[in-house]
Nanobody, 124 residues
Framework: QVQLVESGGGLVQAGGSLRLSCAASGRIFTIYYLGWCRQAPGKEREFVAAITWSGGSTYYADSVKGRFTISRDNAKNTVYLQMNSLKPEDTAVYYC?????????????????WGQGTQVTVSS
């Protein structure tokens, strides 16, 4: 099992920045992808960004490319999501997620472990 705990959400004005953190524990050595997904009210959960735990390759949804940066600190077993130039449409609950298999990174249905979520609200 893998446990994921997010932190860093909050309220920010449009154009502002936030950094989310996700601390992983448990069978971390089984993780292939560690990333972030989000869910806005009335919408399906969507992929945001992911990083391979071992090699550090990164993947982004088109909607956040150039604005968000995912990174990891293996020594701290933590992944970060730096969010810049935030827009009201970025408002959502952000979930840290992990999967053990090298499958389609953007398919949220294939993630094996989920954090409890952290709210990000961007005001206009």
């Amino acid at each position: 099992q893998v446990q994921l705990v997010e932190s860093g959400g909050g309220l920010v004005q449009a154009g502002g920045s936030l950094r989310l953190s996700c601390a992983a524990s448990g069978r971390i050595f089984t993780i292939y992808y560690l990333g972030w997904c989000r869910q806005a009210p009335g919408k399906e959960r969507e992929f945001v960004a992911a990083i391979t735990w071992s090699g550090g390759s990164t993947y982004y949804a088109d909607s956040v490319k150039g604005r968000f940066t995912i990174s990891r600190d293996n020594a701290k077993n933590t992944v970060y999501l730096q969010m810049n130039s935030l827009k009201p449409e970025d408002t959502a609950v952000y979930y840290c997620a992990a999967k053990n298999r090298r499958t389609v990174v953007a398919d949220t249905r294939e993630y094996d472990y989920w954090g409890q979520g952290t709210q990000v609200t961007v005001s206009s």
